[in-house]
């Protein structure tokens, strides 16, 4: 199968298979008006299988909300059909506005303005913690 390349944009590539559907929806990748490629279930010597995602327009992503999601992305920047930058992402130390505590009694469900904040608090299980209550995400 191919897939075109792309002249200026980003390429998301070592997704874990099976979630390149979570990323184009929390990106909202149906919202552009430019070419979007998934390619899902692509052999890796490193990982058996991953997911692909080819975004042929130059777009700020959050690089916060996809290192929650899977830390081992790679995040290729590409220019005049050339990479550019190549970014590897890790799990952030705090996470806003991507996560929702479920706390009944947290400010946030009580406050609608107030905004979404966690804090890493294991890297090794990936457990974040909500700042103001403390509650944990599961």
Do not use: W
Not at 2 to 28: C, F, P, R
């Amino acid at each position: 199968m191919n897939v075109d390349g792309v002249k200026n944009g980003i390429v998301l590539d070592h997704i874990k298979a099976g979630e390149s559907m979570n990323i184009y929806q929390l990106l909202q990748l149906d919202k552009l008006d430019c070419c979007v490629a998934i390619i899902q279930n692509v052999k890796s010597e490193k990982y058996g299988k991953k997911d692909i995602i080819k975004i042929d327009t130059e777009l700020e992503v959050d690089l916060d909300a996809l290192g929650y999601i899977d830390n081992h992305i790679t995040v290729n920047v590409v220019e005049n059909g050339e990479l550019a930058r190549k970014l590897h992402l890790e799990l952030p130390e705090t996470l806003t506005s991507v996560i929702q505590c479920k706390n009944p009694r947290c400010i946030t469900s009580v406050e609608q303005e107030i905004v979404h904040k966690f804090k890493l608090v294991n890297k090794e299980k990936k457990t974040y913690r909500c700042v103001y209550c403390d509650a944990e995400y599961k």
